[in-house]
């Protein structure tokens, strides 16, 4: 009730209070997250945006170039997890590159303390993603997400595949995932 009062966009489908801003829709509607998540290009946007935590969303590089769902969802930063991927609104959201490339032998693991740093202290929502969100950017969250919750590694891999299920680190990145658990626990 005090969060209805609080509350100053009503979604056109379900009716329900929002504190965050309502999708335009090619139907000529606003609509919650929620909503238009269920009824609007789902097949697309499951791939691009997975919702992770309340902070965390995890997708791919088409995800990165939807600047008015990103805004519309609060993404204040975004870190892309990729060598050769495009930084497509350097403008309207705060950055991190990491270069690392999709590949068993590289070493993402060097990157998991400023990786970490960099979600842990921004004051908003951030946005990972990599080429397709499976392997690079998937990794760099459960990584985070294991010291951030001091949870186990298949604890938070669970969790995190449960939330995008393409998600696949490949057998490098998974032994290091491994490696790091040893180092925290
Ligand atoms: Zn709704």
Known sequence: MEKTQNSNYQCQLCSKFSEEELISTNLNIQVC????????????????????????????????????LLK???????????????????????????????????????????TYNFIENANGKVFVHCLGGVSRSPTIVIAFLMKKEKKRFEEIKKFVKSKRIHMSPNDGFLAQLKEYERKIF
Request: with cysteine; glycine share 4%; proline share 1%.
């Open 33 to 68: 997250y929620d909503c238009w998540f269920v009824e609007f290009d789902c097949s697309f946007l499951s791939q691009a945006f997975d919702k992770i935590t309340d902070k965390i969303y995890l997708g791919n590089a088409e995800g990165q170039k939807k600047k008015q």
């Open 72 to 114: 519309a969802i609060r993404i204040t930063h975004i870190l892309v997890v990729g060598k050769d991927l495009k930084i497509h609104h350097p403008n309207d959201f705060i950055y991190k590159q990491i270069h690392v490339e999709d590949d068993e032998t590289e070493i993402i693991s060097e990157y998991f303390e400023e």
